[in-house]
T-cell receptor, first 112, second 112 residues
């Protein structure tokens, strides 16, 4: 089975812009979670989608949003980018909620 | 308040010896735990899991031990190999359907 894929792998944006990241889960997986990893930090949970519905949400501002499509693919959007949003954004998929998650390679976002 | 702690930011071990990575948690409601390995510029790779109904789970060179009364789990790697050099994250969830909470990670260096 193909693993979790994320596009793009690298992205450079400037403050105030918005960005959309994409994640394709493992075939058959219906749950997609998003995480932010910054230098020196662990993985900070952003949100989880299951069957096109946001099921769990972390402590991030409303500038961070996401959605899931009927084929389980997910997108994450960050509006009004700030310098502190520079991070590695990881997507993970699982068959169901709360089950073992399998991660994609991540999208490295740099905000200038 | 960090619910999942990995108090050793780094660990160095000689090749062939045992590596022991520790993880402590504060929430006694956690019922399922995962360990991941992460190389630079890649997404975390799932290693091994353990349910709270068990106290040990083994998979090849990797063994995870869970001590519920101490709210402590550990990952043993025997024998350690240079390719094991990576950052290791432990993660925990409260129950099925809830998101995972990740520790900050421990950087393991296996010296040849």
């Amino acid at each position: 089975k193909a693993g979790v894929t994320q596009t793009p792998r690298y992205l450079i944006k400037t403050r105030g812009q918005q960005v959309t990241l994409s994640c394709s889960p493992i075939s058959g997986h219906r749950s997609v979670s998003w995480y932010q990893q910054t230098p020196g930090q662990g993985l900070q949970f952003l949100f989880e989608y299951f069957s096109e519905t946001q099921r769990n949400k972390g402590n991030f501002p409303g500038r961070f949003s996401g959605r899931q499509f009927s084929n389980s693919r997910s997108e994450m959007n960050v509006s009004t980018l700030e310098l502190g949003d520079s991070a590695l954004y990881l997507c993970a998929s699982s068959q169901g909620q709360g089950e073992t998650q399998y991660f994609g390679p991540g999208t490295r976002l740099l905000v200038l | 308040d960090q619910q999942v702690k990995q108090n050793s930011p780094s660990l160095s071990v000689q090749e062939g010896r045992i590596s022991i990575l520790n993880c402590d948690y504060t929430n006694s409601m956690f019922d399922y735990f995962l360990w991941y390995k992460k190389y630079p510029a890649e997404g975390p790779t799932f290693l091994i899991s353990i349910s709270s109904i068990k106290d040990k789970n083994e998979d090849g060179r990797f063994t995870v031990f869970l001590n519920k009364s101490a709210k402590h789990l550990s990952l043993h790697i025997v024998p350690s190999q240079p390719g094991d050099s990576a950052v290791y994250f432990c993660a925990a969830r409260i129950n099925y359907g809830q998101n995972f909470v990740f520790g900050p990670g421990t950087r393991l260096s296996v010296l040849p």
